[in-house]
């Protein structure tokens, strides 16, 4: 490539089609909602055994903001 442009979004915005978002809720299937049954009963299960241990609430946040994907195994 002879040749490279570097452009910012507002370089183009007003060529780009329009932009619109919407929500669909879709029902969950079962082996997926077994896996997070199956995590939720993890997550509580660690909860009273640590009671007090504020280090926990970080790991659980995180693995909690990891399934917005389904599992790996599940695809």
Do not use: Q
Request: no cysteine; glycine share 2%; hydrophobic share 40%.
């Amino acid at each position: 490539m002879n040749t490279t442009a570097f452009l910012s979004l507002e370089d183009i915005a007003d060529n780009l089609p329009r932009y619109d978002e919407s929500v669909l809720s879709v029902e969950m299937d079962e082996e997926l909602a077994k896996a997070y049954e199956e995590l939720e009963e993890d997550i509580r299960s660690a909860i009273r055994s640590h009671r007090g241990n504020k280090s926990l609430m970080s790991i659980l946040l995180n693995t909690l903001l990891a399934l917005s994907r389904p599992p790996l195994w599940l695809r």
